[in-house]
């Protein structure tokens, strides 16, 4: 309750007993033990000093006043009460002494456990309850229970004591449906308070905050369940709002609907430049875009992990969902790039869902770029810049499956209009099923189209990769020299059969030295237009001579421990939670050709 509800019931309760002191002893002032309990109970009890409970400092104020009553009292026929009462309170007060002499000490030590247990014993002699037993002592002491007298002065106290336990402020908002009022217990961080009432409403709600000169608006981001009350994280969406509430002590609640935007939670501890983390308020999933405003648009997040955590505070605990999201950065519309945002987000930046893109808005493919797909659960798109493409390679990577095929195939159909492009395949895929043609010597001297170079089972396909890379290098080489060079793209399919990791052959196998050589060939292949595009099941099994060499980066569904230690060190975090999650044609990409700063999860197009 604020604090004219607490002056208004404080003096209701003070007006019954000095009626009830008047009507019995002729005088509201009086020496009786029962009265000087009523007064004491009154003015220390809950109203004022003691909303929750007892700390060892008021422990030993009450139990010193209660044994002081005990003293003066007359001891008619409560003298073994008295004696009994005098005992714990005496008890109570050396353990209120101990404790507040022990101080706070966090240290696992026989005599700080002995403090922390004395400390919650005490709760026990708050002023309602010790105040309570004098008083009811005092009155048998002054008027016996036959009388009618004993029983309208008790009446009186309970009256008094109902008063005090009872929340009148929230009983009446809730009666008259008026909003909730609450208690402002502290702030955590620049814009979150703590806010603690009878009842409030669940994670997820956006309120009406007002305390009658200012009004604003907010999330709730936790509720935590006490014995008596709720307590919750509020977030307020302008700083200078949360610190007027603070300021207020008080204010109301009122669950809203509002149109716009959703919020999602706020920026908590930990957050980085590349990396968001806020508690969850809704349900999300893998891949899904968040955003936080700001003055140069909606930076965008795409949720990577989410785990469990406990939050607590002041008597209660709660389990959460904390969020972990990566930053893609701000999305042009005109260039259609996501650009990365180069710092932070402020402490307490309200989390919202992105703004939606019109898919009529999105062209089908700008100029010399290659429509992959849209970022997951949304309608933003990622392409692959053909020209930069060009200028170095590419690895798809992935299991069985996932797509890589049919993302080569649309590659190579549109990089053969302006490109020439030839396959080297092992399993006769791209002629039987793609209806590719054969390739030709005669096709490398072409500037456009496609065709496939298969390799017979009964020759080394290490050996016949590098014959055809080394050959096709003499070719571009002569045109380069003469000022005509022409673009060529070699797209090797099951790459690991072509270029198998060294490493992972005996020394002098089939293979095993051309292997080595064409990853060192394709350090300076770029110079003379050629681009190697990579497409495996396994990183592990393929030379890294070569995979290290490929900047632009596709990834599948992976779940290979050694594929996923690499494609961390080349992605970045991302990588490790989002690669074994991800469905059936979604991937992660990354690289100079991609119109994304960073790794981001797309879903590719069929």
């Known amino acids: 309750m604020n604090i004219r509800w607490r002056i208004g019931i404080l003096s209701l309760q003070l007006i019954l007993l000095f009626a009830v002191s008047y009507f019995y002893t002729d005088s509201v002032i009086s020496g009786e033990i029962w009265y000087l ?52 309170a ?16 966090d240290e696992d030590t026989t005599f700080s456990r002995l403090a922390k247990s004395a400390s919650i014993l005490v709760r026990k002699a708050n002023a309602l309850t010790y105040y309570s037993i004098t008083f009811w002592l005092g009155l048998i002491d002054f008027r016996s229970p036959s009388t009618s007298d004993f029983w309208v002065i008790g009446a009186a106290w309970a009256a008094i004591a109902v008063l005090s336990t009872t929340n009148w402020e929230g009983l009446w908002a809730a009666a008259k449906g008026k909003p909730i009022l609450s208690r402002v217990e502290a702030m955590i961080g620049p814009s979150i308070l703590l806010v603690s009432a009878p ?10 905050l007002h305390d009658g000169s200012r009004v604003a608006n907010g999330l709730v981001i936790t509720r935590i369940l006490r014995s008596k009350d709720a307590l919750i994280h509020l977030h307020v969406v302008k700083q200078d709002d949360a610190d007027h509430f603070l300021r207020g002590g008080s204010l109301s609640l009122e669950s809203i609907t509002e149109s716009g935007n959703s919020l999602l939670g706020s920026v ?14 809704q349900a999300h999933q893998l891949g899904q875009l968040v955003a936080v405003q700001s003055s140069q648009g909606e930076i965008l997040y795409q949720i990577t992990s989410a785990k469990i955590i406990q939050v607590v505070a002041k008597g209660g605990s709660h389990l959460v969902i904390e969020t972990s999201a990566a930053q893609l950065g701000i999305y042009d519309p005109v260039s259609h790039r996501v650009t990365r945002y180069r710092w932070v987000p402020g402490p307490g930046e309200p989390v919202i869902q992105p703004s939606k893109l019109d898919p009529a808005q999105v062209p089908v493919n700008p100029a010399n770029s290659l429509k992959l797909g849209c970022v997951i659960g949304s309608h933003i798109p990622m392409y692959l810049d053909i020209p930069l493409l060009c200028e170095g390679h590419l690895a798809i990577l992935g ?72 050959r096709l290098v003499g070719i571009a080489e002569a045109e380069y020299r003469a000022g005509t060079p022409h673009q060529r793209i070699v797209l090797i399919d099951e790459a690991h059969q ?12 089939p293979g095993r030295d051309n292997a080595y050589k064409f990853g060192m060939l394709m350090m300076q292949v770029r110079k003379y237009g050629i681009c190697i595009v990579l497409i495996s099941q396994r990183t592990a099994v393929v030379a890294k001579s070569a995979l290290s060499q490929c900047e632009n980066i596709i990834a599948f569904k992976n779940v290979d421990q050694t594929g996923l230690d690499y494609l961390e060190q080349v992605l970045g975090e991302i990588a490790r939670p989002i690669l074994p999650l991800l469905k059936q044609g979604e991937a992660l990409v990354s690289g100079p050709a991609i119109s994304s700063d960073t790794t981001v999860g797309v879903t590719i197009d069929p």
């Open 498 to 509: 072509f270029i198998p990791e060294p490493a992972g052959l005996g020394f002098n196998a």
């Open 90 to 105: 005496g008890l109570s007060f050396s353990l209120a002494l101990f404790a507040m002499l022990s101080g706070r000490n």
């Open 37 to 88: 309990s009523g007064l004491f109970a009154i003015i220390l009890g809950t109203q004022l000093f003691e909303p929750f409970y007892s700390t060892p400092r008021d422990a030993f104020g009450n139990s010193l006043a209660v044994l002081l009553l005990a003293y003066f009292s007359p001891k008619t026929s409560t003298e073994i009460g008295w004696i009994i009462f005098s005992i714990v």
């Open 268 to 281: 908590q501890q930990e957050s980085t430049i590349p990396k968001l983390h806020f508690l969850a308020t």
């Open 399 to 470: 299991m069985t499956r996932m797509g890589k095929t049919t993302l080569a195939h649309r590659l190579a159909t549109m990089l053969s209009t302006s490109t020439r492009v030839t396959v080297l395949d092992l399993t006769g895929e791209y002629v039987s099923k793609r209806g590719y043609t054969i390739y030709t010597p005669a096709d490398d001297n072409n500037a456009t189209g496609v065709s496939v170079l298969e390799i017979p089972r009964s020759k080394i396909a290490a050996d016949e990769a590098y014959k055809y890379l080394e």
């Open 199 to 208: 009842h409030l409403p669940k994670p997820g709600t956006k309120v009406k």
